[in-house]
């Protein structure tokens, strides 16, 4: 088995190169328990690997099965007796950690304020799942703490639960229910939707997607269970999908799950939806900085991503396997904002992209057992029309329940997990080129070496990014009519990498820096049916930039990563009569994530510890900070960090490990709400959970400087650079970006 370093094992399951889906007929899998008429993507990679000391993931790799059916017994005989030889091998989720009294919620009433997420409302459980929490002691309470928290100032005027369902052998089995609206008596402004997760045994964490009439509405991880009974609790708000929920529709459940021997849990699912009617309107979901205050607020939805074969089949598409190649349709003359929501991760090779090699050092530690996912630490997700650059967005580093070591996240998940949240694409300034026919949107996501002019050989990306994308419109039925032009476009982008890889020393030093900058102005004249007309010159501009450094040394058993990313997206709109400002709105998100691994040699004197453990130690700090402004008046800041620290053994007897994790969260908004939660989780125990809100009005100062230690010498010593090689090295990163790299290199 290969050693790795922020990377898992490839699903063997996921690995076959197969044209058609197989019908496995052992006493595990019967022809009806594969779906054989679903048709999916499968990855480019022919190798079978076992690469990490992280879990396995079947769930993100998302290479599905293909269609084709084994030709003969013998071949499924062969294959069975190879999969289950190599699944002994590597060693599966941690089950041994000393058991301690679990976090519980603080009571079961039925309460919905900001500080219920700890809180399970068995008011919405499904019988049969409340049932199961009554049956048993205690289960492992598992919480999230969300990035965009909202308060809940009434109870719901209705509710009703949608699915509940136990995800077993499920893999390309998604679960297709109808989904009714409430009754036409009721009345509401607002949608949550809960999810609820009860899971007995050992598994790996999956993803969970839910779908409705072709739209992926909620993504999410699911708690990775240590061994033991464990339960989850999570709720999201869908108002900006309101229109959808206003009549019949197709919702479909996804979770693909595999159960064996030795992964026996399975997944008991609960979905349920809450509807409001609020008087007050809540804090804003600050990705789109509208203000939507009644359903007809919120806009029509156009899936950009449907599975052809129809409703019953997820509507997603995997990157790159699959090109992101859509038209768009003609949209009405009375639209007034145009939008895509692009939900898309990484996964198997690309679910911890920012710790990826160049492709010609991804090979430089194999010796030492170490390996490394190639195509580099940079990711960007670059959006087209017709060809033209229109915007850029850097994804969010994002780390699921099974990431790195899962005893960080064994109470208390990494924000965001549990919700992946759509990336919010603002196409209203080619509204124009869509009223007299159709354009091209194509979304890629490219590894920013490939997009500097000076690169002859494309590397591209891994598989696989889980990508789906609906269009959502906004229109005002009181225009008649309207006319205008796309006026300007302009994009630049500017690609550094710096990359040591001295021979016979054991070290490597990797940078990567990507500035992506995409401004349009178009002019826009809406006529209203009563013969007013109104008129705005528009000007959208896009900055996305990000600095990935990442150091190697002892032949890869010690590992450093330091991952920072800036982006903001500013619209304003002007009278180009009276050039009066109408709008200025403009969203920042910075977000920094600093790893460091270190593998630990087994004790040759210590007869209890096997030779072939795995065991290592590592140290995790993720900051997303987020904003929307309003005429520089900020509506909403958002500071969410995590640190924590872990130590963990990959055994074949079972894996063990302890670990700590502490979150910060803070939000401010415009009516002088603020909101604080601190929370610590020492292995499974959560040792506290403090929530502070008030009202009084509070302003956010936030600094990124980091203290200066050592100096350039050290840079020049310990990196072995001449002095071409440091000023090629300083013109790359700011002043406070070669103080991180000095902090990492004293660390190590």
């Not at 768009?328 to 929501?341: D, F, S």
């Not at 490394?372 to 959006?383: A, E, Q």
Request: glycine share 4%; proline share 5%.
């Amino acid at each position: 088995m290969k050693e790795g370093a922020l990377h898992r094992e490839w699903s063997l399951w996921n690995q076959l190169k197969l044209n058609k889906l197989n019908k496995l007929s052992n006493s595990n899998v019967t022809d009806d328990d594969v779906n054989d008429t679903i048709p999916v993507i499968s990855d480019t990679t022919n190798d079978i690997k076992y690469d990490s000391p992280y879990s396995y993931d079947e769930k993100k790799s998302s290479s599905l099965i293909k269609n084709n059916t084994f030709k003969t017994i013998r071949g499924l005989t062969v294959f069975l007796i190879l999969f289950w030889t190599i699944r002994n091998l590597i060693s599966y989720p941690f089950k041994d950690l000393q058991q301690t009294t679990p976090y519980h919620a603080k009571d079961n009433k039925l309460t919905f304020s900001m500080k219920n997420y700890q809180s399970i409302p068995m008011n919405f459980h499904l019988q049969s799942q409340s049932q199961s929490l009554k049956n048993v002691s205690s289960p492992h309470e598992v919480i999230d703490i969300p990035f965009s928290p909202y308060t809940n100032n009434s109870l719901p005027v209705y509710s009703h639960q949608l699915l509940n369902h136990s995800f077993g052998l499920s893999w390309n089995k998604p679960i297709l229910v109808k989904y009714s609206p409430p009754p036409s008596n009721i009345t509401y402004n607002r949608v949550i939707f809960t999810l609820d997760t009860l899971i007995d045994g050992v598994q790996y964490d999956r993803l969970i997607h839910i779908y409705l009439n072709n739209n992926e509405i909620w993504r999410s991880s699911t708690i990775e269970p240590s061994g033991k009974l464990s339960h989850s609790y999570t709720e999201k708000d869908m108002t900006m999908y309101s229109k959808l929920f206003q009549s019949e529709g197709d919702l479909l459940i996804q979770l693909d799950n595999i159960i064996t021997p030795k992964l026996t849990g399975k997944f008991n699912i609960t979905i349920s939806a809450l509807y409001f009617n609020e008087i007050e309107h809540p804090i804003k979901n600050i990705s789109g900085g509208r203000k939507n205050r009644t359903l007809a607020d919120h806009p029509d939805l156009i899936p950009l991503t449907p599975n052809k074969y129809g409703v019953q089949y997820p509507p997603i598409s995997y990157y790159p396997d699959t090109k992101l190649s859509i038209s768009l349709p003609e949209i009405n003359l009375n639209t007034t904002q145009l939008m895509v929501l692009l939900t898309t991760s990484g996964n198997a090779a690309e679910e911890f992209w920012y710790s990826n090699l160049m492709d010609q050092y991804k090979d430089s530690f194999l010796a030492n057992n170490r390996h490394f996912y190639g195509h580099g630490s940079c990711r960007i997700i670059n959006v087209f029309i017709n060809g033209i650059r229109v915007h850029s967005t850097i994804p969010k580093p994002y780390i699921f329940t099974g990431g790195i070591a899962p005893t960080l996240w064994n109470s208390i998940v990494s924000t965001g997990s549990f919700n992946i949240m759509p990336y919010h694409i603002d196409l209203t300034s080619i509204i124009p080129l869509l009223w007299d026919s159709s354009a091209e949107l194509e979304i890629e996501i490219s590894n920013c070496l490939d997009d500097d002019d000076k690169t002859i050989v494309k590397s591209s990306i891994g598989s696989n990014w889980i990508t789906s994308a609906s269009l959502a419109i906004w229109e005002d039925e009181n225009i008649d009519n309207s006319f205008g032009d796309l006026n300007i476009f302009d994009n630049s982008t500017e690609i550094k990498s710096f990359a040591i890889n001295p021979p016979f020393t054991g070290f490597l030093t990797q940078i990567i820096k990507a500035d992506y900058s995409n401004i349009l102005q178009s002019n826009i004249t809406h006529v209203y049916k009563n013969g007013s007309e109104i008129s705005n010159l528009r000007n959208y501009e896009n900055h996305s930039n990000e600095t990935s450094v990442i150091i190697i040394n002892k032949f890869g058993d010690n590992q450093s990563l330091i991952f920072a990313s800036k982006s903001n997206t500013t619209i304003n709109e002007i009278d180009p009569f009276s050039e009066d400002i109408l709008k200025d709105f403009t969203m920042l998100t910075n977000s920094a994530l600093a790893t460091s691994l270190k593998f630990t040699p087994p004790d040759d004197e210590d007869t209890m510890v096997d030779p072939d453990d795995i065991s290592f130690s590592t140290n995790v700090s993720l900051k997303i900070e987020s904003g929307a402004y309003e005429h520089f008046i900020p509506l909403v800041e958002i500071k969410s960090k995590e640190n924590g620290t872990a130590d963990f053994t990959i055994s074949k007897n079972g894996n063990y490990g302890t670990g700590s994790m502490l979150h910060n969260y803070t939000l401010s908004d415009i009516s002088g709400l603020k909101y604080n939660r601190i929370a610590l989780a020492e292995n499974d125990t959560i040792v506290y959970d403090n929530i502070t809100e008030s009202d009084s009005k509070a302003t956010i100062k936030t600094s990124n400087h980091l203290p200066c230690h050592g100096n350039n010498y050290l840079l020049i010593n310990e990196l072995g650079l001449s002095n071409e090689e440091f000023a090629e090295l300083e013109s790359i990163l700011s002043e406070d970006e070669l103080n991180y790299l000095i902090k990492a290199l004293i660390e190590n």
